[in-house]
């Protein structure tokens, strides 16, 4: 069983900042891609950046310049620094992680919901 849980979402107000984190558990061989995806209200869930083992790294435009991802494999931790925050950002923000136990499958976490107002 693989469980992935994020935590470091909240209310920030606009130009502000925030890291969340997702961490990995479970019987994992190894973890490949991971990546982080937002959906809004009423929207389609979109990506926002990934990262491979390689640390090659991945943007959605409208983040690019402003969000960092980053991984700690030893922790099986992906991270994602969000500055310069704006209300558009507001959604519910998904962990994602591509990971080989028996089987290499798509693995998703339960979701933390990043606002940003003032």
């Known amino acids: 069983q693989v469980q992935l849980v994020e935590s470091g979402g909240g209310l920030v107000q606009p130009g502000g900042s925030l890291r969340l984190s997702c961490a990995a558990s479970g019987s994992i061989f190894s973890i490949f891609r991971m990546g982080w995806y937002r959906q809004a209200p009423g929207n389609q869930r979109e990506l926002v950046a990934t990262?491979?083992?390689?640390?090659?790294?991945n943007y959605a435009d409208s983040v690019k310049g402003r969000f960092t991802i980053s991984r700690d494999n030893a922790k099986n931790t992906v991270y994602l620094q969000m500055n310069s925050l704006k209300p558009e950002d507001t959604a519910v923000y998904y962990c994602?992680?591509?990971?080989?136990?028996?089987?290499?499958?798509?693995?998703w976490g339960q979701g933390t919901q990043v606002t940003v107002s003032s």
């Open positions: 990262i491979t083992t390689g640390n090659m790294t």
């Open positions: 994602n992680a591509e990971i080989s136990t028996i089987v290499r499958t798509m693995y």
